[in-house]
């Protein structure tokens, strides 16, 4: 994998070495310390509230995801907060940092 930028990447990698460590070689979570939501359970549980029940309304992307996932409780919101962490992880700032 290359990791030649003009960017100082530290973080990200930091962050992404927390996430395998934390999330796809255990169960936990990458920002809830203590918290348990990798599990087959709770992607089962996100899998049928976001994307077996789409919502192809005019809202925004958000405001759609938290009332999908905010429907099925704490554990499949903190798996969806994690999600988009590392979603987002490797994305450009609006500035394009």
């Known amino acids: 994998m290359a990791r030649h930028t003009e960017h100082d990447t530290s ?3 930091l962050v992404a070495e927390a996430f395998r460590a934390n999330c796809l070689l255990r169960d ?3 920002l809830f310390e ?3 939501v990798w599990r087959p359970d709770v992607l089962d549980q996100i899998h049928k509230a976001f994307v077996a029940t789409p919502d192809e ?3 925004s ?3 759609k995801f938290k009332d999908q996932v905010g ?3 704490p554990e499949v919101v903190r798996l969806a907060a994690d999600i988009l962490c590392v979603y987002f992880l490797s994305r450009p700032t ?3 940092r």
Do not use: H, Q, T
């Open 61 to 63: 992307f958000m405001v």
């Open 11 to 13: 973080k990200i990698y």
């Open 71 to 73: 429907k099925a409780g």
């Open 28 to 30: 936990g979570s990458l």
């Open 94 to 96: 609006p500035e394009g």
């Open 57 to 59: 309304g005019d809202r």
């Open 34 to 36: 203590g918290a348990s």
